[in-house]
């Protein structure tokens, strides 16, 4: 299948690993530009010489951009090429005890899971309308329905990007742009890969075995009963930015291995 991207620029929050980087590959597969994004010069710099080697005839790109600093987040805005598609991927979480939990924490996590999609939509969006094409991608976690107690300012994020996303598609109305929310669930990123090597160590088992125990005991609810692979969320990713998903527009879409339940 086409999925017809090429000439398409995409750029990508949270790209220099994990499923942002997979989507960047599977994009570039497609024959689209890729802008990577990374907190600092040095990972950005190492992400796009990565992607070269591997994608040599691709067009690759970077922007060192903190989306908790403010003022670098106005910089980019103001340096942004024309973009096709964006993908509204950066997030970060804690896990902790609620009553625990700094104001501080909450704000900090608000600010780069959330206010990132909002001020480059807020910058992009209209450009897209005006060009009557575009995608925005909204990537959201199994935990804005799961709500683990651990880790509730992050499922607050990730709940509220659910509307953002819902009511920027009805910006869209009659236009060639659409704007959809992906849900995925337990991904084997570098940052999982970290957190089951570390809980390996300590309770002095196998990866295998942390993995397994997870599903047993704690992410029940899954249906895959192991970590998605990032590739697999990103095809799903692929797939929304694409000309041919133009039906779709409004929605959030699953790729959490069936945890969150429910028929729809
Ligand atoms: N992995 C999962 O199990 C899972 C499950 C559900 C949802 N998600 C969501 O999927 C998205 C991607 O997750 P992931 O696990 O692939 O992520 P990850 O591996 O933890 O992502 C790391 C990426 O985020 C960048 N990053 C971190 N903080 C940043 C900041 N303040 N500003 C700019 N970039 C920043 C890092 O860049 P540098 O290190 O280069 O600075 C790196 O490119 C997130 O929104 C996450 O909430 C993940």
Not at 20 to 45: D, H, P, W
Request: hydrophobic share 40%.
């Amino acid at each position: 299948m086409d999925l017809q991207l090429k000439n398409k620029t995409a750029f990508i929050t949270g790209s220099t690993a994990g499923i942002g980087y997979a989507t960047a590959r599977t994009l570039a597969n497609e024959g689209a530009s890729i802008i990577l994004n990374g907190r600092t010069a040095e990972s950005v710099a190492k992400a796009v010489q990565k992607f070269q080697e591997e994608f040599p005839n691709s067009t690759v790109s970077g922007f060192a951009t903190d989306f908790s600093k403010s003022n670098e987040v106005e910089e980019l805005l103001s340096k942004l090429p024309e973009i096709d598609i964006l993908i509204n991927n950066v997030g970060i979480y804690s896990s902790g005890s609620f009553f625990k939990t700094a104001d501080e924490d909450w704000y900090c996590q608000f600010e780069i899971n959330v206010m990132s999609g909002v001020r480059l939509s807020k910058r992009i969006l209209p450009k897209m309308l005006s060009k009557d094409w575009g995608r925005i991608l909204f990537v959201s976690s199994e935990c804005a329905t799961l709500v683990p107690v651990d880790m509730i300012p992050y499922s607050m994020t990730k709940a509220a990007l659910h509307a953002v996303s819902r009511g920027l598609a009805q910006l869209t109305k009659s236009s060639g742009v659409t704007v959809n929310t992906i849900v995925p669930g337990s991904t084997l990123s570098e940052g999982a890969e970290r957190f089951l090597e570390n809980a390996a160590e300590k309770e002095g088992k196998t990866k295998a075995e942390v993995e397994e125990a997870f599903f047993t005991e704690v992410r029940t609810s899954s249906l895959l009963q192991r970590f998605a692979k990032v590739e697999e969320v990103a095809n799903t990713i692929t797939y929304l930015c694409s000309p041919l998903s133009a039906a779709t527009n409004g929605s959030a879409i699953k790729v959490e291995g069936g945890s969150t339940g429910g028929i729809l």
